[in-house]
């Protein structure tokens, strides 16, 4: 053991690290197989590191990549973290490939990529004069976050100098700090508890995010012994399924599909396609008494919009006729009998763990009277197949459960063929066997049913899938179970199945929610059995669709309640076309003309008749500016007309309003919308009801758009400036136009946007606590 320390001490890796090592059999043997592979004994500690780096990160399927990541470590071809990471992405999405392509893969790593310090300073400079309110809000900035940003711009720049050069430059432009600056500090530092969990959760998610969560062989790893198939078996799959990886999501087509089950179609599909495998789309569809084609079609619609294409769509139904005569093989077994309890008696029985007095009828009668319920002869309920395993099992899903069933209810997809229905459970074993399904993946209510699952693939020797379960997602301010959200739709507390403030997939997409953000989305929230659930801060999904937005959405200036306001200083006929860029963060999208005129439409909510201490808005005698067009001081304000002078662009006013010419305005809808519930966790109340949020939705039925809008189409998105990002209503036509808002420029937005709408100012009261330092800095960001 000493030895290996010191061999570890050798390469440079620091005490906690060899600790944490000596203790994990795997991450040792890992380490050691790397620097025996390379005929390293002792090297500079950046080396080490990287090298112990790569040998934690490499999954069993990167095993024979080992030999060339560490060569390039030890060459100083790869010589930062970020390096390893791009190698290691290109690797893990070309496993198929026999021999990698050297410049191909050289370019993911960055290899050769000198990044120097002119570079950095320069980018730095040119990232700064973008943020036009650094100087503002001052040293109150988001450090980690203008980090990333500068990051994305300069990816293989080495991080200390970057950071530095950072540093430098905002000194530079801010001078050092002053007292008010200190000031300021300390009150952000003071975190409320909530914002602080939700920046852990953040992180963690982040951190989770580096876990490889597509690796099988942690998946098989775990209760092997329960999917050893026989050699026969396996044959038999390896002949009818040209597929090493084969998964399916296997939706009821009872309802609509939401979040989770995104989750769900993205583990599904991904994990497949990790592997060059593929995946299908089964529908579960064995009670059709809850089943229609909507559903259908709507989750056919749902995968289309999240970008998947099933290899293969495949329906439960279409295998009735082979789990009947599954069904007769378990009846010939005497492994199944039908039962004339009733319901209640059933049920009793079973509670109190004492057999059915039908389990002992001999095998031929059950054929006949399995015979008479296929062919209508029995009433619903009178009678109904059940398998035979055990009535005492401390299991009670395997207490002799139902397989079949009569219900005399045409099938979606089968027509009035079947008046016996097969049970989920013996189902979803054998159609996931009988299509070759590699990795059964279901959420963990599902735990207890694996056991029943692999008992009729036993008895009926059917080649067995690996069945995995991983946690349920629960996101926070909303519910998610289909019981509550069934609730919301009927007493219509929401406006149906696609209301923007319900988690359907259906509501994100009215929402304004992209594919890519929702994908993303799932790829950051692990996929694991931890817990008993998977709780993530709706701030996570947010912060998804605004990083989706921010480079994607075309920038445009909407008024929610219109004021009039006059520039005294310029003549009647005064027109000033300025250029901006649709898209800051992506000059290629080219300018947008607006223009300025005498008469211009400001948002009431930035005016006030009388001033304010902590008010940065329009009022009398203020330096106020308009976005994308420089100072103004306000001469006067009355309830419905403000008087404003042009200034000269050398002073610098406080905060920058959004505005529109009243040339170039033109009437639409705008919907704001927020958190549904206001409870953290609507579940954990007592009556969920009671968290409701009374304001998640408000309509403005007066707003005004830029005119350039008027083409628009229904899903067109896009960002009001200081109002936040809109996705145009399915609902929009004839000319009218309605802006579903997606979601706020910045978190803390939020609540301040809503008050003000409502008229009012933020009252401290209205503002929950942990948001109130929040609201109070918006102010100055303006
Ligand atoms: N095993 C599973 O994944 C369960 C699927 C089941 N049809 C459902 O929709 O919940």
């Known amino acids: 053991m000493e030895e290996v320390q010191t061999r570890l001490q050798k390469i440079g890796l620091d005490e906690t690290t060899i600790k944490n090592t000596l203790k994990g059999k795997n991450a040792l043997k890992s380490i050691l197989q790397t620097l025996d592979l390379v005929g390293v004994k002792e090297c500079d500690k950046k080396i080490g590191n990287l090298l112990y780096e790569m040998s934690q990160n490499l999954t069993e399927a990167l095993d024979n990549r080992r030999a060339l990541l560490a060569q390039y470590i030890v060459e100083g071809k790869i010589s930062n973290k970020l390096q390893l990471e791009g190698g290691l992405e290109y690797l893990k999405t070309h496993t198929h490939l026999e021999q990698i392509p050297v410049q191909d893969f050289e370019k993911a790593a960055g290899v050769g990529i000198v990044v120097t310090p002119e570079q950095i300073k320069d980018t730095v400079a040119q990232f700064l004069k973008s943020k036009e309110d650094l100087k503002t809000i001052r040293y109150t900035y988001n450090f980690s976050e203008y980090t990333k940003q500068v990051r994305t711009l300069l990816p293989f720049a080495e991080g200390k100098l970057l950071t530095q050069e950072l540093n430098q430059q ?61 050699e026969q078996l396996l044959n038999w799959r390896k002949e009818n399924f040209p597929y090493e990886i084969l998964t399916r999501f296997p939706p009821e087509p009872n309802g609509y599909l939401h979040i989770g089950h995104a989750k769900s179609i993205n583990f599904n599909f991904r994990l497949a396609q990790h592997y060059k495998g593929v995946t299908y789309l089964r529908f579960d569809d064995t009670n059709p008494e809850k089943e229609c084609q909507e559903f259908i079609d709507n989750i056919k619609e749902n995968l289309r919009f999240l970008g998947y294409t099933p290899f293969k769509t495949t329906h439960a139904s279409d295998n009735f006729g082979k789990l009947y005569e599954y069904a007769v093989q378990l009846i010939q077994k005497g492994k199944a009998y ?73 099938h979606p997809h089968q027509g009035d063929k079947w008046c016996i229905y097969p049970l989920y459970d013996f ?100 996929v694991t059995r931890k817990g008993n659930e998977n709780f993530i801060g709706m701030h996570v999904l947010e912060s998804c669709i605004r990083k989706d937005l921010d480079v994607k959405a075309p920038r445009t200036m909407a008024i929610l309640e219109p004021i009039v306001a006059i520039i005294d200083n310029v003549a009647d006929d005064f027109s000033e076309e300025l250029e901006v860029p649709i898209i800051p963060r992506n000059p290629q999208k080219g300018n947008r003309k607006i223009l300025l005129t005498k008469s211009i439409y400001l948002d009431k909510n930035d005016v006030r008749t009388e001033d304010h201490a902590d008010f940065w ?102 960002q009001f400036e200081r109002l936040g990002y809109f996705n145009l209503d399915f609902d929009s036509k004839d000319g009218k136009f309605i802006w579903n808002r997606t979601v706020t420029l910045q978190e803390k937005d939020k609540i301040k946007a809503i008050a003000q709408v409502e008229g009012k100012q933020v009252q401290k009261k209205d503002v929950p606590q942990q948001k109130k330092d929040a609201t109070k800095k918006e102010g100055k960001k303006e």
């Open 170 to 230: 905002i000194e530079a432009i801010l001078g050092p700090k002053t007292e008010e600056d200190l000031k300021a500090a300390k009150t952000q530092t003071k975190k409320p508890q909530q914002q602080q969990q939700q920046q852990q959760q953040q992180q963690q998610v982040e951190e989770d995010d580096d876990e490889c969560k597509f690796d099988i062989s942690k998946l098989v790893a775990r209760d092997l012994a329960t999917t050893v198939n026989s």
């Open 338 to 410: 039908c039962c004339f309890l009733s319901k209640e008696e059933s049920s009793k029985l079973r509670n109190d763990l004492k057999p059915s007095p039908y389990r002992d009828t001999n095998p031929d009668e059950n054929l006949v009277i399995f015979r008479k319920m296929k062919m209508g002869y029995y009433k619903e309920n009178e009678v109904c197949l059940r398998a035979k395993i055990d009535p005492t099992h401390p299991n009670p899903t395997l207490r002799d459960p139902a397989i079949f069933r009569i219900r005399f209810t045409p």
């Open 617 to 718: 808005g329009v009022a009398p005698g203020k330096i106020i500016g308009l976005k994308q067009c420089g100072p103004f001081k306000v001469i006067s304000v009355t309830a419905n007309e403000v008087h404003l002078e042009r200034l000269g662009k050398d002073i610098k006013p406080k905060g920058f309003l959004h505005w529109l010419s009243v040339k170039e305005a033109t009437p639409c809808v705008v919907r704001l919308y927020d958190y549904l519930f206001e409870a953290y966790d609507p579940n954990e109340l007592d009556d969920y009801i009671k968290g409701i949020n009374p304001n998640s939705k408000i309509v403005c039925p007066n707003a005004l758009m830029h005119k350039d809008l008027l083409n628009s189409k229904p899903e067109d998105k896009l």
């Open 427 to 526: 189902t979803h074993c054998i159609c996931d066997s009988i299509e070759g399904i590699t990795h059964s993946c279901c959420t963990l209510e599902f735990e207890v049913r694996r056991d029943l699952y692999y008992w009729f693939l036993k008895e009926l020797d059917l080649y067995r899938p690996f069945v995995w379960e991983f946690s349920r997602l629960n996101v926070s301010n909303t519910v998610l179970s289909k019981r509550k959200l069934h609730h919301l739709v009927f007493n219509n507390i929401v406006d149906g199945w696609d209301d923007p403030r319900i988690l359907t997939l259906n509501g994100l997409r009215r929402r304004g929610y992209t594919a890519d953000s929702i994908n993303k989305f799932c790829d950051l929230i692990s």
